[in-house]
C-alpha cells in the first residue's frame, strides 16, 4: 500500500478554505535558543502542534521546565475543542506554518505522511521501545516516530455502584454483559451513558471490536480489500451489532445527542455505571470525581469468554518531527529529553497518566491511576486485541462514514442488513480508490 506524494498535496490544497481549525494553547517562550545565558540572541521557535486535550495543560508546564533547563523557545498550539486534528495539520501546512513536532498515526497515516517525516532510527530511545509500539510507525525499515504512550479501551464501569446492584463477577460475555444490565436497571442505576454523538467513538473504537474479533483481522482485512471477503455476511459483524443494541437499548435517551465531554461528566458524577471509553480519561475523571472507584469491562459481542474477556491496546500516537525544518535538532533534542530525563518521565507518568511505551521507564497503579493499572494487567496476562483502523484503505474518511452508519443505524433510519450493506459499499469504493492511487 503506497499513497502518492501528490496524494497529501491535493488534500493541502482542498484545505486552503478551512480556517485555523483548532484552539491553541499558544504557551510561547520567548528566550534565547541554546544553553540560557543574557548575552544569547533569541533562537527560532520550535513549534509543537498537539492532538491531546486533556493533557495540554500538562504539555504547557513541561515546556515551561524545559525551556527554565534549556533556554529554548517554544510554542504550544492544542487542537482542542471539538477540532479534528487532521485537518487541522493539513490547514497548517498548507498555510506555510509547519510545526517541527506534530503527531500522526500509525500505517495509513504514516504513508500520507511520510515525506515531511525525519528519520529517526539513529535516536537513542529506539532500541528502548516496546516491540509492540514499532510496526505501526516503521517503513522500509525505519522508524518515524516516537510512541506518546500505550492506551487502551473498554467499558470503564464504577465498581461502587456494580456492587449497589448486586453484582458480585464482572460480566466477561453477552450474556453476563446483559444480566449486569438488568440488575443495575433493577436498582435504579442507569446501565449506560453512551457517547454516541462522537464519530471516533463509534468508528474506530466500537467498530474495532468487530474486525479484532475475527480469527486472524490482518488477514481478514487484506481481504476485503482484494474482494475476498464481505461484510455483509460475516457472523462476527453481525454478532457485533447485539452489543451496540444492548447499549441502546440499557443507555440514556438520545445518546446520539451526547459528546464525549457530556458523557465523561455523567459518568463521573454517577449518572450511569458504565461508559465505552479508554485511559485517556483518567485525568477528566480524576478532576471531576476524585478516587472514582472504577475499573474496565471487556466489550463482548457473544458468549465466547475466553475470547470476549480482552480489551484493545495500542499506541494512538507518535511525536514526529518535521522533516529539514529550521528547528530539526532543538526538537530531536527535546523528544530525547522527554524520555530520558525525571522530568520528561514525570510528565508522562505523574502528570499525564500516560502508559510508558519504553521499558526503562517504571509506572505502577498508584501513578497512573486504576484505569492504565487493569490495562497493564491485561498486557501482561496477554489477553489484548490489536488496533486496526489505521489499516483500513481511507483511514478516517472510512471511519467517520461508517461511523454515519452506525448513527443512522441507532436512530433506527436503517436496519441491520442495511448497515453492513453500507459498509461494504465503503470498503469496496475506499479499496478501489488506494488501488489505483
Not at 120 to 145: C, F, H, N, R
Amino acid at each position: 500500500m503506497k499513497l502518492k506524494s501528490m496524494t497529501l498535496t491535493a488534500l493541502l490544497l482542498v484545505l486552503a478554505v478551512i480556517g485555523t481549525a483548532c484552539r491553541g494553547s499558544n504557551n510561547q517562550i520567548v528566550n534565547g535558543s541554546g544553553p540560557a545565558s543574557a548575552a544569547a540572541e533569541p533562537g527560532p521557535t520550535l513549534k509543537i502542534f498537539n492532538f491531546k486535550v486533556e493533557m495540554a495543560e500538562q504539555l504547557d508546564t513541561l515546556v515551561k521546565r524545559y525551556q527554565e533547563e534549556t533556554g529554548v523557545n517554544i510554542e504550544v498550539d492544542t487542537c482542542g475543542g471539538g477540532c479534528d486534528y487532521s485537518a487541522g495539520l493539513k490547514t497548517k501546512f498548507n498555510s506555510g506554518d509547519k510545526p517541527d513536532i506534530f503527531f500522526v498515526a500509525g500505517y495509513t497515516d504514516l504513508e500520507l505522511w511520510q515525506e515531511y517525516l525525519e528519520d529517526l532510527s539513529d535516536q537513542p530511545w529506539v532500541g528502548d521501545m516496546l516491540e509492540l509500539a514499532k510496526p505501526a510507525i516503521t517503513k522500509d525499515g525505519k522508524i518515524y516516530g516516537m510512541p506518546l504512550a500505550l492506551e487502551g479501551w473498554g467499558f470503564i464501569y464504577n465498581k461502587d455502584l456494580f456492587r449497589q446492584a448486586g453484582i458480585n463477577s464482572t460480566p466477561a460475555t453477552l450474556t453476563q454483559l446483559r444480566e449486569a444490565a438488568d440488575k443495575l436497571r433493577a436498582a435504579n442505576i442507569r446501565p449506560f451513558e453512551n457517547g454516541y454523538a462522537e464519530w471516533w467513538v463509534l468508528g474506530n473504537h466500537l467498530l474495532n471490536t468487530a474486525f479484532a474479533q475475527q480469527p486472524d483481522p490482518v488477514a481478514f482485512i487484506e481481504r476485503l480489500k482484494n474482494g475476498r471477503a464481505a461484510l455483509t455476511d460475516n457472523t462476527i459483524f453481525k454478532e457485533w451489532t447485539s452489543l451496540i443494541d444492548l447499549t441502546v437499548e440499557y443507555g440514556q435517551p438520545n445518546p446520539l445527542q451526547t459528546d464525549y465531554y457530556t458523557q465523561v461528566a455523567n459518568f463521573a458524577n454517577g449518572r450511569a455505571a458504565m461508559m465505552q471509553q479508554g485511559t485517556w480519561t483518567q485525568l477528566q475523571l480524576d478532576k471531576l470525581h476524585p478516587n472514582l472507584n472504577i475499573g474496565f469491562l471487556p466489550m463482548p459481542i457473544n458468549d465466547d469468554a475466553k475470547a470476549m474477556n480482552k480489551l484493545p491496546v495500542g499506541v494512538a500516537n507518535y511525536w514526529v518531527v518535521l522533516k529539514n525544518s529550521r528547528t530539526e535538532e532543538e526538537a530531536k533534542a527535546f523528544l530525547r529529553w522527554l524520555v530520558s530525563s525525571g522530568t520528561g518521565q514525570a510528565f508522562i507518568v505523574d502528570d499525564a497518566k500516560l502508559i510508558p511505551a519504553f521499558r526503562s521507564i517504571p509506572a505502577t497503579e498508584a501513578q497512573l491511576g486504576p484505569l492504565s493499572g487493569e490495562i497493564l494487567s491485561y498486557i501482561k496476562e496477554g489477553k489484548t486485541l490489536p488496533w486496526l483502523w489505521q489499516l483500513y484503505p481511507g483511514y478516517e474518511a472510512n471511519t467517520s462514514q461508517m461511523a454515519t452508519q452506525i448513527q443512522s443505524y441507532i436512530g433506527k433510519k436503517i436496519g441491520k442488513e442495511k448497515m453492513l450493506q453500507e459498509f461494504q459499499n465503503i470498503w469496496d469504493d475506499m479499496s478501489a480508490k488506494e488501488a489505483s492511487e
